[in-house]
């Protein structure tokens, strides 16, 4: 089956890096679409950052200039490398395979959390 198993996600201070990473299993990340999401405490989950097949990626205005989305698929492990933290980063961190007419697969998650 498919699993999707985030890690990176920790304590960092304003103006840190952290890079997150997604490892996949049961499905090869290659040739699909995969995204990156997060939901803050009371908020909504949102859409960070996408990858296509071509490699043609998308952003948030809210992370444009700050967030790098990434995959090796050698290694069928995408990759969110976040500079410049901002408090406002502060959420759990998910992995995405979207399917449109299926139930998309989900990771479990990693916390960011973004203090002083």
């Known amino acids: 089956q498919v699993q999707l198993v985030e890690s990176g996600g920790t304590l960092v201070q304003p103006g840190g890096s952290l890079r997150l990473s997604c490892r996949a299993s049961?499905?090869?990340?290659?040739?699909?679409?995969v995204q990156w999401h997060r939901q803050a405490p009371g908020k909504e989950r949102e859409l960070v950052a996408s990858?296509?097949?071509?490699?043609?990626?998308n952003y948030s205005d809210a992370v444009k200039g700050r967030f790098t989305i990434s995959r090796d698929n050698a290694a069928n492990t995408l990759y969110l490398q976040m500079n410049n933290l901002e408090p406002e980063d502060t959420a759990v961190y998910y992995c995405?395979?979207?399917?449109?007419?299926?139930?998309?697969?989900w990771g479990q998650g990693t916390q960011v959390t973004v203090s002083s």
């Open positions: 049961g499905v090869s990340l290659k040739f699909l679409t």
């Open positions: 995405k395979i979207p399917r449109p007419n299926e139930k998309s697969f």
């Open positions: 990858i296509s097949i071509g490699e043609i990626t």
